[in-house]
């Protein structure tokens, strides 16, 4: 693949600024500031256990900055031109290239881009993450979960509120599930293989918020940076309107881990 120029060896830091997602005519994004070009929203993660710092370029152009550190991700989705892309992640040292694909980023959608894999065998798993089709009206959250986790062997991923199971399914490496809904307040989450794959957390929901839950670290490993760990984001708020639907702030800090 080809050497795409490297960025500061810098890694995202928590906070607790907000930004509105306005996808209209103004696009402040990857390249350059163009009014009136059509723009998507992209948050990306490195979920890769073995890259300490990587880059994201969207045809040849940094989507960021600064360099993402092993579980951390952009902060919030950030406007990209719209239309196809070549999307390449690269180690921010050398600025070498070690995943590449093509997706078409259609205008104002929302998507995810998840570097995962190890040890030489890595790729881009994205995902439109359909926002614009979950509803603020019910006063539900919404989540769904990614395996990250180098492993054929399918763990059963859980997840359930306090009266229901919302996700009890076997999933493959590089799964996403869509978003469910579920009630606001404790959700208990789990993945299991009943072998080298055994983690499990609650954490706290809050009503009209879009959650993704992130499966990830190395089946086995004993090394706490590298083992089996769930984290989650906030994907962001959703509209009050159901006339508008879509995400309408986003938190810009880090990924939650245990």
Same mark, same amino acid.
């Not at 050497?3 to 500061?8: L, N, R």
């Not at 607790?16 to 005519?25: E, R, T």
């Not at 769904?144 to 199971?165: F, G, H, K």
């Given at each position: 693949m080809k050497?795409?120029?490297?960025?500061?060896k810098?890694?995202?830091?928590?906070?607790?600024?907000?930004?509105?997602?306005?996808?209209?005519?103004?696009?402040?994004?990857?390249?350059?500031?163009?009014?009136?070009?059509?723009?998507?929203?992209?948050?990306?993660?490195?979920l890769s256990p073995d890259k300490s710092a990587i880059g994201i370029a969207l045809s040849g152009n940094n989507l960021t900055n600064t360099?993402?550190?092993y579980t951390n991700y952009t902060g919030g989705y950030l406007n990209i031109y719209s239309g196809s892309r070549t999307v390449e992640a690269y180690d921010?040292?050398?600025?070498?290239?070690?995943?590449?694909?093509?997706?078409?980023?259609?205008?104002?959608?929302?998507?995810?881009?998840?570097?995962v894999g190890k040890d030489s065998t890595y790729q881009n798993v994205i995902v439109n993450d359909h926002l614009d089709s979950l509803s603020s009206a019910s006063g539900k959250a919404y989540i769904?979960?990614?395996?990250?986790?180098?492993?054929?062997?399918?763990?059963?991923?859980?997840?359930? $509120?306090?009266?229901?199971?919302v996700i009890s399914e076997n999933a493959d490496f590089t799964s996403v599930s869509g978003f469910v809904e579920i009630n606001p307040g404790n959700a208990n989450i789990a993945i299991n293989n009943s072998n080298n794959i055994q983690a499990a957390r609650t954490i706290t929901l809050e009503e009209r918020k879009a959650y993704t839950i992130l499966?990830?670290?190395v089946p086995g490993s004993t090394d706490t940076t590298q083992s089996v760990q769930i984290r989650y984001?906030?994907?962001?708020?959703?509209? $009050?309107?159901?006339?508008?639907q879509g995400v309408s702030t986003v938190s810009q800090r880090s990924v939650k881990s245990n």
């Open positions: 050497k795409v120029f490297s960025i500061h810098a890694i995202l830091t928590a906070g607790a600024l907000f930004s509105v997602i306005i996808f209209s005519s103004c696009l402040k994004s990857d390249d350059n500031n163009n009014p009136g070009t059509p723009a998507s929203g992209l948050m990306a993660f490195n360099a993402l550190a921010a040292g050398s600025g070498n290239a070690f995943t590449g694909s093509d997706y078409n980023f259609e205008q104002d959608k929302y998507y995810s881009l998840f570097v769904r979960y990614i395996n990250a986790v180098p492993d054929s062997s399918q763990p059963l991923v859980t997840v359930s $509120d306090n009266a229901n199971s499966f990830s670290g984001i906030e994907n962001g708020t959703l509209k $009050d309107s159901t006339a508008q």
